[in-house]
């Protein structure tokens, strides 16, 4: 198989663009031996834990004050705003949740420690003698045979789980047992949090559960999706002998003989619906009532749109027509094929909708595809991405045992490891941290900055356009580490 090579790919080029760092430090604090593998630090850099071990048994330490001694201690979780955690401390056979230094009451187990997006609620899932309870700042909900993990709405005032109970399930909405069923899916919420939804069956009847109302009966339907405006609910019906789409309780026509489970995807700005459909063992993808090329397979995961709603693409898998079970993969952008790779991943859009990216497999090695041409090869690709308003393309690449960004198609300098890519508000500066040896780097626009014994939580803040934030750690000679709150503001050379 033979494939074009973008030129400016990666493979080489400049580091990027000139700019003057002007850096600021203040010290937050000063720890001798901090256990390093063991700090946590929360989204906003405002908070730290570290796990001390004494006499083999842990302690949590959270903003310089000790917890309680446990035999065990762990997972540690800071609240979006900083201000609050939680973690969980072993006794014997018995675990308890520390909560903003409280206690909770004992359990056989804990699990899916976590803040609601508002910080507000610090919840888990504690059992005892075989039932579990959701527990809300130390406040114990209904015991059942089994909880599920919570979902929440983004502003945190809407909070939804399953639950399993005497052979029947539940789901539980702000602390509200709904109706037993036989069977629930898993609660979807829409976007703006305002709605829920659920799969329900009840003995040979199933429907929808929408914001505590049942919708109509169906012989079978899959799990429901909300719109981007959350104003659209739509799932997949059985009705005799084939398949529709249901938008707001309206069957979608044309009718189907399978639409493919867990295939819809709404256009963002919500007026257009694609899924995938089946037919005589082939698969093809409809969208807005029109079908499209009959393939062997179409790949769910990869079926977008683009932001302007306008574009569609997806990938596909074909067996080689000269060669039996042998399979290629393909993209599809706007009905177009392009060309075959062993392995295609995902494509993403660039802001202004004009140029789709994806990575793919070819030979065991990796490249990067831009509207259809291929860079040059790598062992490993890591997220392609743009930035908000498209002035960055960048992507994490590695050859051998080195690692570097290609941003806008230049090659950065190699390192021994680089985490993701964060951009500015409105995208003009991109920043990472990296790792030589024992050194780690930010790295703003290519060029980069002071060296650290860690960049603690690996957070980079960007306050503004022009000015990044994040905690720096220096190592003294007698073990003890500084960490500081480091800002710098960036200015064109």
Known sequence: MVVMCVILSGCSGNPGKKIVRDQKKTLVTEIKDLPMETLAVSQNNSSMGYIVNEDGRQKMVVNGRA???????????????????????LKGKKWTVVVDGKKSQWYDSVAALKFSPDSARAVFIGEKAGKESLVS?????????????????SD?????????????????????????YAEVGKPVLSPDGKHYAYRAASGKNNFIIRDGKKEKNYALLGNPVFSPDSQKLAYVVVIGAVEYAVVNGEEYEPSYATIVKDSLVFSPDSKRLAFVIEENKKQAVAVDQKVGEWFDKILLETLV??????????????????????????????????????????????????????????????????NGRASCRYDIVKQPAFSAKGQWLTYRAKRGNKLYVVANGRKHKEYDDIWPVAFSPEGTHMAYVATLEYDRFLIIDGNEGQKFFNIAGGNILFGGEDQVSYLGVLMTADKKAQIYNVTESIQKK
């Open 137 to 153: 700042n130390n406040q114990e909900g209904p015991y059942y045979k089994k909880v599920h993990p919570p979902l929440f709405s």
């Open 305 to 370: 749109f683009s932001p302007n709603s306008k574009r569609v693409a997806y990938g596909i898998q074909q067996e080689n027509p000269k060669v039996k079970n042998q399979f290629f993969q393909y993209l599809v952008v706007d009905e177009v094929v392009q060309k075959p790779y062993d392995v295609v991943t995902a494509p993403v859009f660039s802001p202004d909708s004009t140029s789709v990216v994806y990575t793919a497999e070819i030979d065991k090695r990796m490249v990067v595809v831009i």
């Open 156 to 180: 945190g005032k809407l909070e939804v789980y399953a639950a399993e109970t005497n052979g029947k399930m539940l789901v539980v909405v702000n602390g509200r047992p709904g109706s037993m």
């Open 67 to 89: 917890g309680e001694v446990f035999d065990e201690t762990g997972w540690l979780t800071f609240s979006p705003d900083g201000k609050r955690y939680l973690y969980a401390g």
